[in-house]
């Protein structure tokens, strides 16, 4: 959260036990209230059969180079996309209708499969029932930013975990999930369905987001003001923003758009010294 005295990333606040349940619930409810809110129009179709047009396609990789129970978390993360990407693949978002990721997926739990995987929260790495699954909404946004669907809801990471080592995305263009209040919402304004396909592949998580028609647009998303600044209280904050250029199928830049902007708690040191 930002500060609106300084414009500074504040340290993470430590709150009770009790504060943390209260909280959770109350957002909760506020969350299963909009989805019974007859002022959307949800999208629940799923079709095996693709959608002729590929509009965009992109993959992340299922594991990082990590040790001990990590790497159990990862093995679990692996589980826990099978089960959530399952329940979105093949998914059909027809004009007017409103997508959400935690409406669909439903609740994590072991009563369906999910096992313990990696988190963050508070600042701290910890493990949950479901873990792991903010990297099938990262995805899932990414590919909205390359597409005409307009983004309704989109929460972004308030910590940055992992330096830059194999990035292939921007810093920042991810779209953190929490169940149930952190959601991802994708709306189609435009005048033809488009639908989701997802695969775990035995390397990737890999996604495409198809259409009738061929794109008439191409979509690029570029970082500007990049930096890295320390705070009043000690710590380092990421800065940058996000912008997103529209071309024609000619390579004819036709405008620019201001995405949004990301500051996040650096969970790593930027000063890394040289190796002789």
């Known amino acids: 959260m930002i500060d609106p005295k300084n414009k500074e990333l504040r340290p993470p606040i ?3 036990w009790l ?18 809110s007859p002022a959307f129009r949800w999208a629940g179709e799923r079709q095996s059969q693709s959608l002729p047009a590929l509009f965009f396609a992109h993959a992340t990789p299922l594991k ?8 159990v ?12 990407a399952a329940r979105l693949d093949g998914l059909v978002i027809r004009p007017g209708e409103t997508f959400s990721y ?31 699954l903010c990297q099938l909404s990262n995805l899932i946004f990414w590919m909205a930013l390359h597409s005409p669907l ?3 809801e989109r929460y972004r990471h308030s910590h940055d975990v992992f330096p830059d080592a194999n990035r292939t995305q921007p810093f920042g263009s991810g779209a953190t999930c929490a169940y149930p209040h952190r959601d991802l919402m994708l709306r189609n304004d435009t005048d033809q369905p488009f639908q989701l396909r997802l695969r775990v592949g035995e390397t990737h998580l890999e996604g495409e987001l198809r259409a009738l028609e061929e794109p008439r647009l191409r979509y690029e998303v570029v970082e500007r003001d990049a930096r890295m600044d320390q705070a009043a209280w000690g710590g380092y904050v990421r800065h940058n923003a996000l912008y997103r250029r529209v071309y024609d ?4 830049l036709l405008e620019e758009q201001f995405l949004f902007t990301n500051d996040a708690i650096m969970m790593y040191s930027p000063l890394l010294a040289e190796k002789d």
Request: proline share 1%; charged share 30%.
């Open 14 to 16: 430590r709150r009770s």
């Open 19 to 36: 504060r943390l349940r209260l909280g959770k619930a109350w957002y909760a409810a506020k969350r299963y209230l909009l989805w019974c």
């Open 64 to 71: 990082r180079q990590l040790r001990g129970e990590e790497m």
């Open 73 to 84: 978390w990862q093995e679990n993360k692996v589980v826990n996309l099978r089960l959530a």
């Open 102 to 132: 935690w409406r669909l997926i439903g609740k994590p739990s072991r009563r369906k499969g999910y096992r313990e995987g990696m988190v963050l929260f508070l600042g701290r790495i910890g493990s949950d029932t479901g873990g792991g």
């Open 150 to 152: 307009t983004v309704v």
């Open 249 to 252: 199928l000619q390579g004819r």
